[in-house]
């Protein structure tokens, strides 16, 4: 089912419309979340990082576009799937139709797709979770790479590049040659009791995760936090690396070219993050 500007229709009814700035443009915003049961997780940061957003992109944002609209459009997305299940739910937002690259309408149209997920916990997959380099493209560093845009090529790009040489993700540069996100989450890389993320200045993602995982750090005594740039050169030196997103929570990197890497600080910020998200086992 999708939600199509509060109206809900089956998939195929949907067509997509050729004339969406979207489409042309790249004039989108989209917002990823997951929701247990009827709960939107960190609900309160999805909704001002989308309208914080919506303000950077110069989108008219309607009067009735409140907390509540949000979670009632959710709910009726979400309407006959059962009360108690998980899903990931994105929210598309782009700019209506008129004009070329200067928009000639203020309103705005939005689009509610979901998707089932398996369980409502975060967990750490078990796998050997392999990365490398992505260097073909570069991430500019300003406040548009902060937003999630529908502009995604590099991303893109690079999941081609991981696909096709048998790698789970890729980890971007920007054009310092400083390690930025992975294709799907911020990266964190710890050395000894010491954590660093990039600061969103190198142009990552102003993730919801990322901030979720900055506040249970700083609170936590046996880690220090710092938002700083990250080398290439730094990444084989890491005892771990791991990365961060809503749905998956976090996903330690198991090798990076020749180095292996624990997950001890992964395994106890897992056990942490579900509590913050008032996640229990056997939710």
Not at 219 to 242: G, T
Request: glycine share 8%; charged share 25%; proline share 4%.
């Amino acid at each position: 089912m999708i939600n199509f500007n509060g109206t809900i229709h089956e998939q195929e009814e949907i067509m997509p419309g050729l004339h969406n700035r979207g489409l042309h443009y790249g004039d989108a915003l989209f917002e990823t979340m997951k929701v247990v049961g009827r709960r939107i997780l960190f609900a309160e940061a999805h909704y001002f990082r989308l309208m914080a957003s919506m303000r950077l992109m110069r989108m008219e944002i309607p009067m009735h576009w409140t907390p509540e609209f949000f979670q009632s459009e959710v709910n009726k997305t979400l309407k006959g799937k059962g009360g108690h299940s998980i899903h990931r739910v994105k929210i598309l937002v782009w700019r209506d139709w008129g004009g070329r690259y200067t928009p000639q309408s203020e309103g705005v149209s939005y689009a509610i797709f979901s998707e089932s997920l398996s369980r409502a916990p975060y967990i750490l997959e078990d796998t050997e979770y392999k990365v490398d380099l992505y260097k073909d493209h570069y991430v500019n560093n300003g406040m548009l790479e902060q937003l999630k845009t529908n502009n995604k090529l590099i991303h893109v790009l690079a999941g081609i590049y991981a696909t096709e040489n048998d790698y789970h993700s890729c980890l971007l540069l920007n054009h310092g040659k400083q390690v930025v996100e992975s294709i799907s989450g911020n990266i964190f890389l710890v050395k000894d009791y010491k954590i660093k993320t990039p600061p969103l200045s190198d142009g990552c993602l102003k993730g919801i995760m990322r901030g979720v995982i900055i506040e249970i750090l700083a609170k936590h005594p046996d880690y220090i936090l710092s938002q700083e740039s990250i080398s290439p050169f730094e990444l084989q030196k890491a005892d771990e690396l791991f990365l961060t997103n809503v749905i998956t929570g976090i996903q330690p990197i198991r090798q990076y070219r020749k180095k292996q890497y624990a997950k001890q600080v992964s395994s106890d910020l897992i056990e942490k993050l579900n509590e913050y998200a008032g996640l229990s086992p056997s939710s």
